[in-house]
């Protein structure tokens, strides 16, 4: 009789934890100094000197004037990364849909329990400012998020939400009531700030079927939710076509 397979749960590393976060706090504060990092970071300058001389020796920062920038090995990362390339979905396409909607729109990827906006078309100063001060959103609270959770298989859904916390309770009876109705149709919705805020979302799968990615469409709920419909079959023919693409690109968002 075979043992079950069960799905082992990622545990955080103090090291990858702290490179990460210096990662991050690069990203968003361009020419940050050591000790506007120690700060940040809450960190003995001495611990934080040798993350960042190891980063430095990699690629990863550049120094300039006693001020650090994202460097060279974070860009080549993207450019060979496998999930989304330009050949699949291109700033082009993101600026199309954008026109067609007249609506702000999010290209996002998931990042372990997180989603992670990489690029965006048209303005929205909600999601807009969010996504570039913060660079992690909780799956459980973006229709992007919600659209890629959807596309799990049934073990992998149940180990994620048993490890949500307490008071995620509310995010996860929600994202199950939701959860039937997002895999019918390929689309999750999300309502913000007190209703005003409405979001349209479906994964991006890559030619095996598989989601690389997920686009949001937001903007007032005013303007949006009447034409609701109209902009799911929007989403769903645009990313059907994306899917469809070669894999092979020479360049990524």
Request: a positive charge.
């Amino acid at each position: 009789m075979h043992a079950l397979k069960t799905t082992r749960v990622p545990n955080p590393h103090r090291t990858v934890d702290r490179v990460t976060r210096i990662l991050e706090e690069v990203l968003y504060n361009p020419g940050l100094g050591l000790a506007d990092l120690v700060r940040a970071m809450d960190t003995p300058k001495s611990s934080l000197h040798g993350f960042m001389r190891g980063l430095m020796a990699k690629g990863w920062l550049y120094e300039d004037n006693h001020r650090f920038y994202l460097g060279p090995a974070v860009y080549g990362l993207t450019l060979a990364s496998g999930n989304v390339r330009a050949g699949q979905v291109t700033q082009a396409d993101l600026l199309t849909l954008h026109d067609r909607t007249g609506a702000a729109v999010f290209l996002g990827v998931q990042a372990g329990d997180d989603l992670i906006y990489v690029a965006d078309a048209g303005s929205d100063h909600i999601v807009g400012f969010e996504a570039r001060t913060s660079i992690r959103r909780r799956l459980l609270v973006t229709a992007g998020g919600k659209a890629l959770l959807a596309t799990r298989s049934e073990a992998d859904l149940d180990a994620y939400l048993r490890r949500r916390l307490p008071e995620e309770g509310p995010l996860v009876e929600a994202f199950l009531s939701e959860c039937s109705g997002i895999r019918k149709k390929r689309i999750a919705i999300n309502v913000r700030e007190g209703g005003s805020r409405f979001a349209i979302a479906t994964a991006i799968p890559n030619r095996d079927g598989q989601p690389s990615a997920t686009v949001t469409i937001v903007g007032r709920s005013r303007e949006l939710q009447p034409r609701q419909r109209e902009l799911e079959a929007l989403l769903i023919d645009s990313v059907d076509a994306w899917a469809w693409r070669t894999d092979v690109a020479r360049e990524a968002i």
